[in-house]
Structures are given as C-alpha cells and as structure tokens.
C-alpha cells in the first residue's frame, strides 16, 4: 500500500518574472540557488537568500525547454528551440560556445562524463563532447519525438522516452539500442532511475506512473493511475527518501520511495 505518512508542505514563496510559460528548471553550484527558463526565451538565476529578485543569466530569442548545469565546469547548457545548444558561463553570465546541430525542439539534455546526451523532437539522441561541441553520434530509433533521457552509470546504459509509447535502453559506450519496451499507452514524458539505480521510473500523458525492475531486464514492477492527467516529470528530494510526481492536472504528488520495494 501507499505510505500514508503525512509531509507538512508549506509555501513560502511565489516568483514572478518571467514572461510566458515556465518550462524547465535546473540545479546550480550551490543549494541556495537554481534557474528557471521556458516561452519567453530568459534564463534566471535566483538564491534562496533573496527570492524577490531573480537575476538575467542569458536571453535567447526562442523558448527554452531543457537546461542541464554542469558543476565542473560551472556552465549552464541551454537547449534553444529551432537552434541547438548554448553553453552559458554563469559567473560571467556570458555564452562562452553553441553548437546548431538541429532545427528541432530539444526537450532534454543529461550529461555523463564530457558527454552530453540531447533529446529532440525529431526522434533524434544526439551526444556531443561537450568540451569541443563536437557531435560524437546520432540515434535515430523513432519517427516521433525523443522526450526525456535518464542515464545509469552502474550498468552503463541509458534510458530513452519517446511519444511512440516506447522507453528504449541504449549502451552508454558503443550506443548500440540494448532493449525496446512498450512502456505506456501515449507518448512517455519522463523517465528517472532511482537514486540505487534499481528501479527506472517512468510517466507520461497515459497519466501512469510505471515502475520498471532494472535487475530483472526491466519487467514491470508497479503500475499505477498516479495522476488525471499526463505526468511531465519526476524528481527526487534530495535525501531519497521521496520523489515527487508533477503533472498536467496542476498536481504535484510527494510519494515515499520505499513503496518502491514493496
């Protein structure tokens, strides 16, 4: 069964300052900091110390469905729709490269080592070594759009959702496609391991949440209604002890992760 613990959740603050809708957000060097970006084009960074003004990072001309910060080199990577990448130095709040690689909506980006793993919506994966913004290879598994990526350094594979219903697992190495799963009835929208990378967790606009065994070549482990309507992504909190389930039905879920197991 569901936990039924109860979680005191209490909001402390409402942002304003970005013009269109709000599409991603990313972490930043410290706990005290993230950034926001989406519609209207504008990357912010705000501080926890002081929430009432968030600071302009960059400003591109089109919107802005994925970012990903990388704390080694301390940049910020900024998918631009129609555009490619940007690569956004955020102590100097300047783009310091970019690479036009496609004319499609990116709508997510995930790194492991110096390589940047993009999803498109024209089915496309691309990887990129991210210090020459050199592409490295291009996946083509699907006509319809790549949605969401999750990478797994234990097992060394990654994880790809697709709008044809299917969540497809490459090598992290050589990128040959290991396995295909029909994972959901509608397209899949996001995917996340768990923090043990046993289980891979999966939503989409079926509004299910689906748990797949990792150890067990990705059976089903669980499969619930968890929302009604699509779910756009999954998170954990940082001590793992929860994640949390977002979606199109205005809706953020909090679930214990050891129901996981069970």
Same mark, same amino acid.
């Given at each position: 069964m569901i936990s039924s613990r109860?979680? $005191? %959740?209490?909001? @402390?603050? #409402?942002?304003?300052?970005?013009?269109?809708?709000i599409y991603t957000l990313a972490h930043a060097e410290t706990k005290s900091q993230f950034y926001s970006a989406g519609g209207d084009g504008q990357v912010v960074e705000w501080n926890f110390d002081n929430m009432e003004e968030g600071k302009l990072v960059a400003r @591109?001309?089109?919107? &802005?469905? $994925? !970012?990903?910060?990388?704390? #080694?080199?301390h940049v910020l990577i900024v998918g631009q /729709?129609? +555009?490619? %990448?940007? &690569?956004i130095d955020v102590k100097q709040k300047k783009e310091t490269g970019s690479i036009a690689f496609t004319k499609a909506a990116i709508f997510d980006i995930q790194c492991y080592e110096d390589r940047l793993f993009v999803a498109s919506s024209d089915g496309m994966v #691309? %990887?990129?070594? !991210?210090? /020459?913004l050199k592409i490295i290879q291009q996946l083509k598994y699907s006509q319809k759009s790549a949605r969401t990526i999750a990478i797994n350094p234990i097992r060394g594979e990654f994880a790809v959702g697709y709008s044809d219903y299917s969540i497809k697992i490459?090598?992290?190495?050589?990128?040959? @496609?290991?396995?295909?799963? +029909?994972?959901h009835k509608n397209s899949v929208f996001t995917v996340k391991y768990s923090p043990d990378y046993q289980f891979l967790l999966s939503g989409g606009r079926d509004?299910?949440? /689906?748990?797949? =065994?990792? +150890? +067990?070549?990705?059976?089903?482990?669980k499969s619930i209604v968890a929302h009604m309507y699509a779910i756009n992504h999954i998170d954990y909190k940082q001590d793992h002890k929860y994640f949390?389930?977002?979606? !199109?039905?205005?809706?953020?879920?909090?679930?214990?992760?050891?129901? @996981? =197991?069970?």
């Open positions: 109860q979680i $005191a %959740i209490h909001k @402390l603050y #409402t942002l304003r300052g970005h013009k269109d809708c @591109l001309p089109s919107s &802005i469905y $994925a !970012m990903y910060f990388h704390p #080694t080199y /729709n129609f +555009e490619g %990448i940007h &690569i #691309t %990887i990129i070594d !991210m210090v /020459n490459f090598d992290i190495d050589d990128y040959q @496609l290991k396995q295909a799963i +029909e994972a509004a299910h949440l /689906n748990i797949w =065994s990792v +150890e +067990e070549n990705y059976a089903l482990h949390v389930t977002c979606s !199109m039905d205005k809706s953020i879920k909090v679930w214990d992760a050891q129901y @996981l =197991s069970f």
